[in-house]
């Protein structure tokens, strides 16, 4: 029987593969690092020559107690022979001698092992020896020096401090600033130093038989696989204990043996335009170190061709080789070491988000990869930055270097925004619409009536709130760069003015606001500002993501498909904006929204207020007209698609003036005794008071508002339906979904639901017309959740409401909790993350899982999607795709992240084998 | 083969019992009533001689569209001869006719099936035999108008009006007001006027044939199995269609035959006291009707020895038989005719709460029924009735006829109180306490700071608010009779009056509240009030309640016995009275509540505007003492049982002045230009403002204040185990258990918990003791049940908070949900009941059981109660039984009624065999 192979070369990569099986065995077999080096090697690119002692080594050392196994050394001395082959350099002599590095390289990349030693095989002799052959003895020592150190505290744990000390000393006493001072003689009395070091610490010479080092090193990388960092390190991340580590043994190849060496970096494609062409930056006669450090000036890796054209023309084709070999665009390290090019390493490159997006796209055009695995390459993160304006990056850096940096806050709703201070929503939007000026809205905090100021606004700051208030929500919405809790500002809305840092700006007054950042900056920054359709590569990935989503089969059970995604729009502009990036539906129409507005807001009081049906009812009709026309509006811009419009959801006193302000004037007014509509005022107070309550979130809102009072929601039936049948006629395919929102228990659908149903019927009558349409609810209630089957018996669709969800099955008011505690919460670790940014998958998730299994048992082809705000997150897309949900729908302005996002759930979940190929990643 | 039985005399039930195979089959095959005629035939009870068809003959009849199956008819008149031979009397024979009735009888009770037809077998010519026989002409022909006018109704379908008409016509032709100053003449020419009507309806004669009227009227009641009514009801009430239904022909006795006939009604027990002894009323020669109607005046049953002491003695036996029979008091019917003794109907007998009581105990130390019989013989409503104070129910109903009622509301709190009325908490607990007044408290309204005046008062009055208001649920928590929502009441908090109807009512005047029914009244109404330590048959039936909780096996799982009974309370007061009414353990001690008192609340308010740590921790300092003397005196209240002490819960603003008098304050002294401590108040104004929630129940409250600001808890935790140890130094037996509100994720336990029990151990170590005690949490929130299993392996045990649970799985503000749209919902059926009172077992009871079970996966023996207000229950009870709580905990005087119904639970599901006793029931 054949002795057991223990060490394999670089290019044995295919015995290594006939012993382990399959590639997944290899790299199980050598470890990571010495599989990817023998995959080079194999490609045929210039790998320095060197061998790997295999993982199946370590595990009978260890088990052994510390004994190699019988026949390995011998092997291992065979390889270096070998190697000795290959390089016509020879181990310890030193005429020529060889020099390696040994690395450690498990299965899994993990730190805790033992680092890289280099320079193994220099002795005092060989040390002359590579005197003689370079003529550089400063190199040399110094080279020296590292082995002695590195194998000192490496090999032989001997402590950092006990090297860094002796130098430091050196250095003071020499006057020396950084190592660049040291000499030739200095790194040599260096050297001795550290020798004694090694002696004094261990009682034993440094090895002067470069075997004896090698083998010391062999042995240190197989103890480190037990080290106390390495274990705890597998605990943590779940590795098994039994893999062991491999041991790596690397020619060493040097730089700077002349001006026909060399070394650099480069990528195979332009790293920020994503262009196919070769882009990096070289040094001759030097080290890695010395490009890296930036003391000498790097050339262009063009300039290679003139100055060593035939290890140019080389590299050339190893990079295109490698780039095709990986499937990837390659970050490249190289030395060329005496006109001989030798790559020393290679990995996937760092890019912008604009080249992933180009280099993506290419590749697949390009044939080197599939559309799916270019989709994959581009993260949702990646196209958001691709969609908001962005500030200047160096323009930017000077603002900040010249003092214009005026404060920082949380980065609330991502893009670049320059415009003129104004402390209110009226002026904000006057000076807008009337002035045409860039307006950035300054407040402490915004309110619901504040909305009008914030859609006018280039860009909104606040001083108060985190992530999820008011304005940080409204300004995601609607795609407004925003900035809120920058507390540093001072606003003085009576002086009309604020302060920060003792700066003040006055109403009027330039800043910038970068939304993406959370900084603030005084007076104008230059930014750029991409635009969606001229994009074509984008547009692209996005076509693919959606053609991904399409695909029968790609999920198990119903629906079959991955993800749609549809848009959050109240307005007609907002629809044809959803159409433009792609959205294939309309998730939620608040028609409250629409109340709100200037002209509507007086007769929607009027209507509050009334005190009898027939005031309520001239109200109401006084209102129809407005949402019919807004309704026609959104039927035509989603032409043949879904439209989901939402009854009334909030409370009524939403609608009326506030509360505080006004008793501050009734009472003002007794004091000092004016009468003068006193009555009037009192009056309004006490309507307004009769419908104060103390948790409004948890009141008479939703469909209880409607059960209370049939007439709006009634009237809202009408409008759609009315719409609905006019659009129709026209010849627009119309598919109005109407949704009830706050359901808890399926007898309030029970209610109401047959009550608008003969409205709609009504109407389709009287019109003569006959459309697709569908009642359904929102599920945002916990017990909606928990008695989903039952609901989806009357209901025809879900749409989770999870902002609602969220907020009841925590229990958190979000208004109120982040304000108060969640951000320590999250700072705490008591919570992972923002439970109203990311969707919470153990507790909100739970309840959603359950109601659509529990949903689909009733209703088994039920329609269930999501409205939150989480429809535009990443993470809480990927759920909603596990969920078995068949959309998202999210602001117009996420629909091509969440596009991008559902394509990769559905690839990163699909069934089958092409699961694994995505694991792999 | 023998021919099919069709027909079973009552005294054939043997044979029944054979043919159908249990009792069961028996009740199938005869009805309900056929089964317990031949029952009571069978125990020698004399039931007039009768039979009964089977079901089975009506489902052949029906099945073969309206033919009686073969035999059937014949086995009829086989039995009617078995009945003439019992009675001497033959049917058809003018000489001595015999008379039966025709009654339906299915297996269940069932409204829509035909009625009863009386005196079948009356003819021309036996009516002529009757009169000869008793010569009372009279009384044969207005029994004989009867079968014809039941016999064309019922029978022949015709309506009712053809026969009440020609009848009330004759009546006022006459001048007669009454029936009875109807003649003998004047009923035989109704008789004549009746026949007419049948045969104008029928086109034929009334049947002469008393054969024919049988075979009709037994026909009549085949069909009638089918009719609307009947299947709508077993639609409803999910009875099976095929069933079918059982006719009995009974033997008509006649107690108005002469002087030695007669008829009466009796309890084998005194109904309202439960003393054993027959309790009843008759009457010589006359109709069971003459009894009902009061015409005459009865005779106590007593008297019958004397008037017939034979047919007494008899009817001693054989009530005293049908008692030990059915092992229940029953309330019977009988008629003596001819100094014959028959018994018409036994039933258990309808009593008071008291009589009840002592019945079941009575009853189980006769040996008559078992003590889990005796247990179940009680409702908890009734243990309800027993403990709270009681208006005298006659001169309630004087004090209604002589117009001192004065208003209606919600009955929120059981008890009857009588005591003068005062408008606001201070004023109510100084005449209380100061002037030694029984006090009724009267707000619109009430609010926490208002309880001090709510507990000193003897009942408690609101203008507003439903049963779940804060007014409603104090009350019952403290025992307090309360009405509330009483809307007819206007309320004049500065006249220092109340009107409604027009009738004021100033300050101090007398009014009586019954909290049971929800009635107020003016000036005083005599009330009783019962003592639980005096109703030693109440306290014999309770402990029986406890042994059978307490039965190993009787529940499966973990734990395997049933519920105990533990109680909420704050006070040592508290805890003496929850002992004293049989809790073993406090499941919730609000530590709140201590803050409110008027000598803490300054330093709390101190505590919370502490601007350094320092200040907070001097405050902190001066509670310790008030709270550790606190749960000194619980401890030593509960010694030796299980303490849950809550660590703090509300929002810090709810220990702050009110926002809204703060700011008018603020106002006025603005406008008139008041300087001196203005600063100081509008400092005030601005903390408060900063604590102002949107939604505080789901705001900064609970575990998120303990980490948001931990010295509190701290404070408390050291009060706890200081007090505890002092106690155990003194002898007591403590265990604490310490209870962390409002977790929501594992996280904040994982957070707070640890550096409570540092404290707690530290304290230990400090005072040298050692002592049993856990660390728990409250499940309230929905994602805290979602998340049971990981909380479980944090906390020690869990308690259903079901307030705020059912608040937040449904979404509903109780305060709000109530006085908005909870009326409405539950009045349209929308929810069952207020979800407040009885627990929603759908949704809010999934996620309890949900919780229960995965919180044992992580902790098999977690120890899980509930301490909202549905531990006290009855329903809410049975559901902590069935998902598998350990106790559950409600008020003090909840205790008893919980302790019953815990009782009722465990046997109602007890597991094995004994089960189907209790469904029987």
Chains 1, 2 share one sequence.
């Not at 760092?350 to 796209?361: F, G, N, Q, S, Y």
């Not at 619901?448 to 606040?462: C, R, S, Y």
């Amino acid at each position: 029987m054949a002795e057991k192979k223990w060490v394999y070369l670089f290019n044995e990569v295919e015995a290594a593969e006939k012993a382990a099986g399959d590639w997944e065995g290899v790299r199980a077999l050598l470890g990571g690092k010495g599989a990817g080096l023998a995959d080079m090697t194999r490609a045929g690119v210039p790998v320095p020559p060197g061998f790997t002692v295999t993982t199946e080594a370590c595990n009978a050392y260890l088990a052994q107690g510390g004994k190699f196994p019988p026949g390995m050394w011998e092997q291992e001395l065979a390889a270096l022979k070998e190697v000795e082959k290959q390089t016509g350099k020879k181990f310890g002599d030193p005429s020529n001698p060889l020099l390696v590095s040994c690395r450690s390289g498990a299965k899994f990349s993990m730190p805790g092992m033992m680092d890289t030693v280099l320079n193994i095989g220099l002795t005092d002799k060989t040390a002359e020896g590579m005197i003689q052959k370079t003529g550089d003895a400063r190199f040399v020592y110094d080279s020296y020096r590292r082995l002695v150190e590195m194998f000192g505290s490496v090999v032989l744990g001997i402590p950092d401090e006990a090297f860094e000390e002796p130098l430091a000393e050196y250095k003071a006493r020499k006057g020396y600033k950084t190592d660049t001072d040291m000499t030739a003689e200095d790194w040599k009395a260096i050297t001795e130093e550290f020798k004694a070091v090694v002696k004094k610490y261990k009682g034993f010479d440094f090895p002067q038989d470069p075997y004896e080092q090698l083998r010391l090193a062999t042995e240190a990388v197989f103890k480190s696989w037990n080290g106390k960092r390495a274990v705890d390190y597998r605990n943590a991340a779940g590795i098994a204990h039994d893999l062991g580590t491999a041991v790596n043994i690397v020619t060493m190849v040097f730089g700077n043996m002349g001006w026909n060496s060399g070394t650099g970096v480069a990528f195979t494609r332009d790293p920020s335009t994503g262009e196919k062409k070769l882009y990096g930056d070289y040094l001759l006669n030097a080290q890695g170190e010395d490009v890296v450090a930036g003391i000498r000036n790097t050339e262009k890796i063009e300039k290679l061709s003139e100055q060593l054209p035939e290890a140019y023309r080389e590299f050339l084709q190893i990079t295109e080789k490698l780039e095709r070999h990986y499937r990837e665009m390659q970050d490249v390290e190289f030395t060329i070491e005496n006109g001989k090019l030798w790559m020393l390493q290679t990995r996937a490159g760092k890019r912008t988000a604009k080249a992933a997006v180009k280099i993506a796209v290419d590749m697949a055009n390009e044939g080197l990869i599939t559309k799916e695995e270019a989709v994959l390459r581009v993260s949702p993160e990646q196209v958001d930055t691709l969609l908001h304006p962005q500030f200047d990056p160096k323009a930017m850096e000077e603002a900040k270097s010249s003092g214009k940096h005026y404060a920082k806050g949380v980065n609330a709703s991502p893009g670049a925004a320059v415009g003129q201070v104004y402390f209110d929503a009226n002026t904000a939007e006057k000076m807008a619409k009337e002035e045409k000026q860039s307006v950035i809205m300054v407040r402490p905090f915004t309110k619901p009536d504040d909305v009008h100021g914030m859609l006018a606004a280039k860009g909104i700051l606040t001083s108060e709130g985190g992530a999820t208030s008011h304005a940080a929500v409204v300004a995601r919405q609607f795609g407004v760069p925003c900035v809120v809790g920058a507390s540093e500002i001072r606003i003085d809305l009576e002086k009309r003015q604020m302060e920060a840092n003792g700066v003040v700006v006055k109403e009027g007054e330039w800043i910038s606001v970068d939304g993406t950042t959370g900084n603030v900056f005084l007076g104008k920054i230059p930014t750029t500002a991409p635009k969606l359709e001229e994009q074509t590569d984008l547009l692209t990935l996005l076509q693919w993501a959606d053609e991904i989503c399409a695909t029968p089969g790609i999920r198990q059970g119903w629906p079959d498909r991955g993800l749609q995604v549809w848009a959050n729009a109240d307005y007609p502009a907002d629809a044809r904006r959803a159409r433009a990036y792609g959205a294939v539906g309309i998730g939620l129409c608040r028609t409250e929204h629409m109340f709100f507005e200037t002209e509507r807001l007086p007769i929607v009081q009027r209507m509050i207020l009334a005190e009898t049906s027939e005031e309520r009812s001239a109200a109401l009709n006084e209102l129809l007209p407005y949402q019919r026309n807004d309704f026609e509006g959104l039927f035509e811009a989603m032409d043949g698609y879904p439209v989901i419009i939402r009854l009334i959801d909030p409370p009524l006193h939403e609608f009326m003036p506030d509360e505080e302000k006004l008793l501050e004037e009734v009472i003002t007014m007794r004091v000092k005794g004016e009468t003068e509509g006193l009555a009037e005022k009192e009056a309004l107070l006490a309507s307004i008071r009769a419908m104060h309550e103390s948790n409004p979130m948890m009141g008479l809102r939703g469909v209880r508002l409607s059960i209370y009072m049939p007439e709006i929601v009634e009237m809202q039936v009408r409008a759609i339906f009315e719409a609905a049948a006019n659009q129709t006629l026209k010849g627009i395919v119309v598919k109005p979904e109407v949704m009830i929102p706050l359901t808890g228990t399926v007898k309030e659908l029970e209610w109401i639901q047959p009550r608008l149903e003969r409205i709609a019927k009504a109407v389709m009558d009287e019109k003569g017309v006959i459309f697709y349409y569908k009642f359904g609810t929102m599920i945002e209630i916990p017990r909606a959740a928990v008695t989903a089957e039952e609901i989806a018996r009357v209901a025809e669709f879900f749409s989770f409401g999870t902002n609602d969800l969220t907020q009841m099955t925590f229990g958190y008011s979000r208004d109120d909790a982040e304000r108060n505690f969640l951000v320590k919460y999250v700072e705490e670790g008591i919570l992972p993350q923002n439970p109203f940014q990311t969707l919470d998958r153990e507790g909100v998730g739970r309840l959603m899982s359950m109601a659509v299994q529990e949903g689909r048992k009733a209703r088994p082809d039920l329609e269930v999607g999501i409205c939150g705000e989480h429809g535009g997150d990443p993470s809480s897309i990927e759920f909603c795709h596990l969920v078995g949900n068949n959309y998202v729908s999210c602001s117009p302005f996420r629909v091509p992240i969440a596009r991008l996002a559902a394509a990769h759930s559905a690839l990163k979940h699909r069934v089958g084998e092409a699961a694994k190929v995505v694991e792999d990643k």
